[in-house]
């Protein structure tokens, strides 16, 4: 026999992994689980059974929480965070590294249970689930204790509520928990309703590592106990799941002053160019796609290949497929593991049998007959708008279709709602660089695809959700700024008067669109008074229309975010240099509007803008160094066209301190300037238009805050809302913001204009994308 008949023969030897100890353990607790609340396991309620997807069979009854057992692991929570916060970063740091340090010791344990409950290839979860998920408690151990000198003006949010979804069970914890606990938040987590039982182990674990009672409380039960957690007493709720629940989510906290980070859905490329090292990328495919059965909210579950190679590609791709095995979760030589219930089965079957377009391979391996599997799947020659190109599946199957060029890749890449990861693969770095940046997506991976780390941020833009977690990035979430709240914001009234004119000349303020002074579309204005009642003047009364003709104008004008941060700082110099140079008109004209104080509230605009113009340069991201061959380099891109509603109060350095910032980070903005005092704004035209600032940047329109937001919040071209009003708009922007899940910023408290809070507007300002590199050895 030769060797090459050896190799042909030679067969896998079935190698399983034994579930006895993960059976023992759920015996002990009797089979059937309560919650874990206050630091015990509270009595069983109404339970259903969590399953073994890879056989059917029931591992153990899981309880059904009630409004009753949320409400306890609420006010459990509410009553540690002050201990748990006041123990200070170290102290915090050392529990964290206990967690960590059980999830080392027990990793066969978890490993093994996350397999049985989830059908992940036992692999998986020993060399990915379990390590990343440890790896996230080293890490966050970190920032716990670098809290107090790294981030000295942040302090905790306080409860957080956290809904988390059953592809990756115990690292989707580790994902909420860590960031919580380092920021001295404490925390109320709901796992997903088929896969609750490493949650359930990792609480009782935390006893032994010293976690406090009450700092983490986990209640069960499908997506009626997520609601009651959405809706509970607590300060912050994080998310991951699909974009439908997130969307209802959005909605449900909308005006209640939550803190909201969802991470939903993808349909992420898979970018191929014709240089690609095509076993490489064939074998990246396999972890694209196949990986967790193609059950990731970053999947590789588009694959765009370059038209020269697709054929030789396709060649190769199912020659792997021939080749994956498929079978029981535990056996370690087993590639594609269950699918996780019944339903999810149905679904991908659903989808997949209703698409008639393109061809169909399936992988030639032998199902189980029992246990919910589904054949490694590819679908071919699909056009760009077919369904499955664009839904998301969440199963092993993989559509493809071929580009020509760089330029054709990056709009079939992007011709999605959702905009979570993206992966290329080429060997010409130059192509991979130039293209990273033209994606929609938080995270780009080249020459290698699904990779996470704890330092690496990890999010998604456009209704892939927003907020990051992990690294320095991801600790945003779970912190405030620290010091005094504001005031509650109210609406400052306009002053009325019956005057006549203090100027004789008639000077009609119109609106600025797309860098140039224009008329209200509804030919309406209203009387400006000053504190004397003195008549200032006429202000537009923008509507709708001007609203999305300012939006146009704004989307015009993308090639700002292309400028250099030098550039922009320039511009920015100049405005203020212009805005010096009529510092005594200003001054008197915020006199006459507001009563006083115009000389100091000029002079803070100055520097104002000095500082964003500083920063304009400066925001540049930084380097994330993971612990095997790669780089990640997390990059501030702009967020996009933003709309922004004026502080009432301070006319000019209201308007100044939010532009400046939006614009030195690349933005374009929609600006609805103080309402009570509108005057001062219109006064600026002047000033842009003398300082550079290409049109359709700065838009800024005059008119009711309660009429535009609305409008702005629900405009699909928008990417972002922040408002300062005093008018309480905060339940109708988070609102409206769900149809394109844009990002809001809505604040209730006043806030000292003068006073520098850099770190929430770069971090409002930008939108962080990991791009992954290969780099050292
Ligand atoms: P889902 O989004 O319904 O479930 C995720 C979590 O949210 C679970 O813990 C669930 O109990 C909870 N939940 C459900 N409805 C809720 C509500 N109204 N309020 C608060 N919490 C709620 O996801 P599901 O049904 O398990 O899967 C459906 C589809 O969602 C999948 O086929 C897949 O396309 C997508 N999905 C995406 C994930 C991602 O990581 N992006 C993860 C899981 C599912």
Not at 48 to 76: C, H, M, S, W, Y
Not at 486 to 491: I, S, W
Not at 701 to 725: I, N, R
Request: aromatic share 8%.
């Amino acid at each position: 026999m030769t060797i090459k008949e050896i190799f042909e023969t030679m067969d896998y030897g079935p190698a399983p992994e034994s579930a006895s100890e993960a059976l023992a353990w759920i015996a002990s607790h009797g089979g059937r689980f309560g919650g874990f609340i206050d630091g015990s396991f509270s009595e069983p309620g109404e339970t259903f059974p969590t399953k073994n997807p890879a056989t059917g069979e029931t591992l153990a009854e899981i309880t059904q929480a009630t409004q009753a057992d949320v409400d306890r692991a609420v006010a459990a929570a509410r009553k540690a965070q002050p201990g748990w916060a006041a123990l200070g970063g170290h102290g915090r740091a050392k529990v964290l590294y206990a967690i960590a340090r059980i999830l080392q010791k027990q990793s066969r344990l978890f490993a093994v249970l996350e397999t049985l409950d989830n059908g992940k290839p036992i692999r998986e979860s020993r060399d990915i689930d379990i390590p990343l998920a440890q790896r996230h408690f080293y890490h966050h151990a970190g920032y716990a204790e670098l809290m107090e000198t790294q981030l000295p003006d942040r302090a905790p949010l306080g409860v957080c509520g956290q809904v988390i979804p059953w592809n990756f069970p115990l690292l989707m914890l580790a994902w909420k928990v860590a960031p919580a606990l380092a920021m001295g938040n404490t925390v109320v987590l709901k796992p997903a309703e088929y896969t609750s039982l490493t949650a359930l182990l990792f609480a009782d674990l935390c006893r032994q590592a010293g976690v406090p009672k009450g700092v983490l409380n986990v209640v069960t039960g499908d997506g009626a106990v997520g609601e009651m957690v959405v809706r509970a007493d607590v300060e912050k709720i994080a998310f991951t799941g699909s974009t439908a629940v997130g969307r209802i989510i959005r909605e449900a906290t909308a005006g209640t002053g939550k803190s909201l980070t969802l991470e939903l859905g993808g349909k992420s490329p898979y970018i191929v160019f014709d240089d690609a090292d095509m076993d490489s990328a064939v074998e990246g495919l396999v972890d694209a796609i196949w990986f967790n059965q193609g059950q990731v909210c970053c999947a590789g579950s588009r694959l765009l290949v370059q038209e020269g190679v697709a054929n030789a590609f396709y060649r190769k791709l199912k020659s792997r497929m021939d080749r994956l095995r498929i079978g029981d979760p535990l056996d370690k030589a087993i590639d594609i593991g269950a699918v996780v219930d019944p339903v999810q089965l149905a679904t991908i079957t659903r989808l997949v049998d209703a698409n008639t377009e393109g061809e169909r391979y399936v992988a030639p391996c032998p199902i189980p007959a029992t246990g919910s599997f589904y054949p490694p799947t590819l679908i071919t020659g699909l056009s760009p708008a077919a369904s499955l190109m664009q839904e998301e599946i969440f199963g092993p199957v993989l559509v493809a279709t071929t580009f020509r060029t760089p330029a054709e890749a990056v709009e079939l890449a992007n011709n999605t709602r959702y905009g979570l990861a993206a992966t290329v693969w080429t060997e010409n770095i130059n192509l991979a660089l130039d293209v990273a940046p033209k994606l929609a997506a938080g995270v780009v991976w080249i020459n290698g695809t699904n990779m996470f780390d704890a330092a690496a941020p990890f999010g998604g833009v456009r209704e892939s959700g927003f907020g990051r977690e992990g690294g320095w990035e991801g600790l945003a979430a779970y912190t405030k700024a620290g010091g005094k709240p504001g005031e509650a914001l109210k609406p400052i009234p306009a002053f009325t008067g019956e005057g006549e004119a203090t100027d004789p000349l008639d000077r009609t303020h119109k609106l600025y669109i797309g860098g140039k002074q224009a008329r209200p579309d509804g030919g309406y204005s209203r009387a400006v008074w000053g504190p004397k009642g003195a008549l200032l003047g006429h202000a537009s009364l923008a509507n709708r229309k001007d609203i999305r003709n300012a939006v146009e104008a704004a989307n015009a004008a993308k090639s700002w975010g292309r400028t250099t941060g030098h550039a922009r700082a320039q511009i920015l110099y100049f405005l203020a240099e212009n805005l010096s140079a009529r510092s005594d008109e200003f001054a008197r004209r915020i006199d006459g509007l507001t009563g006083s104080g115009g000389a100091q509230e000029v002079e803070h605009s100055l520097r104002t803008l000095f500082r964003w113009a500083a920063w304009a340069d400066k925001v540049d991201g930084r380097a994330a160094g993971a612990p095997f061959r790669g780089v990640a380099l997390a990059m501030r891109e702009p967020v996009g066209t933003i709309g922004i509603l004026c502080p009432d109060a301070f006319p000019l350095l209201g308007l100044v301190a939010t532009m400046a910032p939006a614009i030195a980070l690349g933005n374009r903005t929609v600006l609805v300037a103080s309402e009570p005092f509108p005057l001062a704004a219109t006064d600026f035209y002047q000033v842009l238009e003398t300082s550079d600032v290409p049109g359709g940047v700065v838009n800024i329109l005059t008119g009711s805050h309660k009429e535009l937001a609305p409008t702005l919040a629900a405009h699909l071209d928008v990417d972002a809302v922040w408002s300062f009003s005093g008018q309480p708009l905060a339940p109708v922007i988070e609102a409206k913001s769900a149809g394109n899940l844009k990002r809001t910023w809505a604040e209730t408290r006043s806030r000292d204009w003068t006073r520098a809070d850099d770190r929430s507007f770069i971090d409002a300002a930008t939108e962080v994308k990991s791009v992954w590199i290969p780099y050292g050895e």
